[in-house]
């Protein structure tokens, strides 16, 4: 089992910048993938960015390209979301998630909010 829990959620005016934090616990040295989703009311979850933790190869949707950046610390077993130049539609719930061979967890969600 995976543990995963979130922090650095918050209210931010437009052009603003948050951190995300995500410390998982549980997996030893079973995870090969983290990442985080987002999903605003009404709407899909969708991916916002994820990186590999084998090499460190990283994906970003391309809504928040050159603007949020993702990274990791192996020895914590944490990963981080820069998000830089953020924008009112940036507003969502953040959801970390966790990939194993054989499964995926998710945190627990951290509520974004991007107005004036």
Do not use: H
Request: charge should be positive; glycine fraction near 14%; aromatic fraction near 10%.
């Amino acid at each position: 089992q995976v543990q995963l829990v979130e922090s650095g959620g918050g209210l931010v005016q437009p052009g603003g910048s948050l951190r995300l934090s995500c410390a998982a616990s549980g997996a030893g040295t079973g995870i090969n993938n983290m990442g985080w989703y987002r999903q605003a009311p009404g709407k899909q979850r969708t991916l916002v960015a994820n990186i590999v933790y084998d090499g460190g190869s990283t994906n970003y949707a391309d809504s928040v390209k050159g603007r949020f950046t993702i990274s990791k610390d192996n020895v914590e077993n944490t990963v981080y979301l820069q998000m830089n130049g953020l924008k009112p539609e940036d507003t969502a719930v953040y959801y970390c998630y966790a990939r194993t061979r054989f499964s995926t967890y998710w945190g627990q969600g951290t509520q974004v909010t991007v107005s004036s």
